[in-house]
Nanobody
């Protein structure tokens, strides 16, 4: 089993910054992909950013240039640095990890990010 615990959400004004953290524990294989997704009220969950264990990253167009995903493989930590936040970034942010053979996808419980205008 794999557990993910997010932290770092909160309320921030537009233009501000927040840093989300996610700690993974349990049976995490060395080769894995960690990521962040978000879900706003009434909308589907969308992938924000992902990072492979080798460091390759991918971002949603809506956050490119503003958000940065990073990880610490030795501690199974993944971070999301969010700058220049906009009200439309308001959502519950979920950490995820895909690992194992066959690969399974695990989710954290989510952390609320609210950006006021």
């Amino acid at each position: 089993q794999v557990q993910l615990v997010e932290s770092g959400g909160g309320l921030v004004q537009a233009g501000g910054s927040l840093r989300l953290s996610c700690a993974g524990s349990g049976s995490i294989s060395a080769f894995n992909t960690m990521g962040w997704s978000r879900q706003a009220p009434g909308k589907e969950r969308e992938v924000v950013a992902v990072i492979a264990s080798g460091g390759d990253t991918n971002y949603a167009d809506s956050v490119k240039g503003r958000f940065t995903i990073s990880r610490d493989n030795s501690k199974n930590l993944v971070y999301l640095q969010m700058n220049s936040l906009k009200p439309e970034d308001t959502a519950v942010y979920f950490c995820s990890i895909r690992c194992g053979v066959p690969p399974l996808l695990y989710w954290g419980q989510g952390t609320q990010v609210t950006v006021s205008s």
